[in-house]
């Protein structure tokens, strides 16, 4: 091992107060969620204001927007936390159906929460008569911060950590992540939080940004969508490898926790879940292209 990096002593929780037996406390992970929605609401503003850059003009009014946000943010909860329940722990939410609720206590899932905000798109956009190719544009240009910030959040609550690694730019995370690893030797893991937050926000976002405000991408229908599956689903591909699957994935004897083997090659929950956004993606990339 070369080295290591220290975890920062961060508090997952910003302030906190005890309030008639309640534990109230602003997180960084929900701070995350309202600035990240915050600026995606900023850049819906700015296109809506710019006619020149969609084809027959801004599909729907900046007054909508409040509406247009509610469904989103309806959307990202209840298919996150579904998509958690489902994909991650079934069994634990069938022997305890009423923990399903409790998401004060973590456990959001991207790709539930990213089927929750295509379902809500969709009705806002049957309900307002938006045309649905250049609302799901400008929305997939406007997540990417909330990716970013959301990815940062896992790494200063110390979760979603990567497998082992002897790079210098691994990191001796607390808690599970260390308990994991012998006992007689530092536990040094990827920052694989800090990877998805590089590539899922911060270098997607840039590429879906200049194509819709500089390249004129809103004018051709779905493109900037496609993009985005494409876009998404090879970074998390990517990443899985150095990313430690979660714990109900982990076989005896098996830290990779594998599932699906192709020809000796193993697929996590992570990248299966990633495949149909990167076939989906070019499927639509060459649609559009096309047209």
């Not at 998805?196 to 194509?211: K, N, P, T």
């Not at 982990?250 to 193993?266: K, M, Q």
Request: glycine share 10%; proline share 6%.
């Amino acid at each position: 091992m070369f080295g290591a990096i220290p975890f920062p002593n961060i508090s997952p929780e910003i302030f906190a107060i005890d309030l008639f037996g309640f534990h109230l406390a602003l997180r960084w992970y929900a701070l995350a969620y309202i600035v990240g929605i915050g600026i995606g609401w900023f850049i819906i503003k700015a296109a809506l204001k710019r006619p020149h850059l969609w084809r027959n003009g801004p599909p729907m009014q900046v007054g909508q927007l409040e509406d247009l946000l509610t469904y989103i943010v309806v959307g990202v909860i209840a298919g996150g936390r579904l998509g958690y329940v489902f994909f991650y722990k079934p069994a634990d939410f069938i022997a305890a159906p009423l923990d399903v609720i409790k998401i004060w206590e973590g456990g959001l899932s991207f790709h539930g929460g990213f089927v929750g905000v295509v379902l809500g798109v969709y009705l806002f956009s049957r309900r307002h008569n938006v045309p649905l190719p250049d609302l799901a544009d400008i929305i997939a240009v406007s997540a990417t911060p909330s990716i970013l910030l959301v990815r940062c959040a896992n790494f200063i609550n110390a979760e979603l950590w990567g497998r082992q690694t002897d790079l210098p730019w691994g990191v001796v995370f607390p808690g599970p992540a260390a308990q994991a690893c012998a006992a007689d030797a530092p536990c040094v893991r990827h920052p694989s939080q800090l990877y998805e937050a590089g590539l899922e926000g911060l270098l997607l976002g840039s590429i879906l940004l200049l194509l819709a405000f500089r390249f004129g991408a809103l004018k051709k229908s779905w493109l900037l969508s496609a993009v985005f599956f494409l876009g998404y689903g090879l970074a998390r591909f990517i990443v899985e490898f150095v990313r430690q699957p979660d714990a109900q994935f982990v076989t005896a004897g098996n830290e990779l926790g594998l599932r699906l083997h192709i020809d000796g090659y193993g697929l996590t929950m992570g990248q299966l879940l990633s495949l149909p956004m990167i076939i989906a993606g070019i499927a639509v990339i060459l649609l559009a292209r096309r047209r």
